[in-house]
Nanobody, 125 residues
């Protein structure tokens, strides 16, 4: 069973930046979509950004212009660069991989593909 691993979370002041990474126990390049989701305390999980194997990207309105999703196929890693962070970005961030490239638009992708265990991002005001 493929396992995903997120890293790069932490505590940052508002206006700061973090870069999250998502890797797989096998190869994340084998999935046609890798999508970042987040869940804040007391809130539902929400889509943040996704990237397809063809390079298409999708972003939530709340993060457009601030976050960038990218993939480095050479080292089999997907990144989420987060700039101009706000306290409302505080959440656990999860990466999800899926064989369907249109999953980059999925608000609720289900559990067909693997999920990581999440990494905490805390933005202080």
């Amino acid at each position: 069973q493929v396992q995903l691993m997120e890293s790069g979370g932490g505590l940052v002041q508002a206006g700061g930046s973090l870069r999250l990474s998502c890797t797989a126990s096998t190869s994340i390049n084998s999935f046609n979509a890798v999508v970042w989701y987040r869940q804040a305390p007391g809130k539902q999980r929400e889509l943040v950004a996704g990237i397809s194997s063809g390079g298409d990207t999708n972003y939530a309105e709340a993060v457009k212009g601030r976050f960038t999703v990218s993939r480095d196929s050479a080292i089999d890693t997907v990144y989420l660069q987060m700039n101009s962070l706000k306290p409302e970005d505080t959440a656990v961030y999860y990466c999800h991989a899926d064989p369907d490239p249109f999953t980059i638009y999925a608000l609720d992708p289900g559990n067909f593909g693997p999920w990581g265990q999440g990494t905490q991002v805390t933005v202080s005001s």
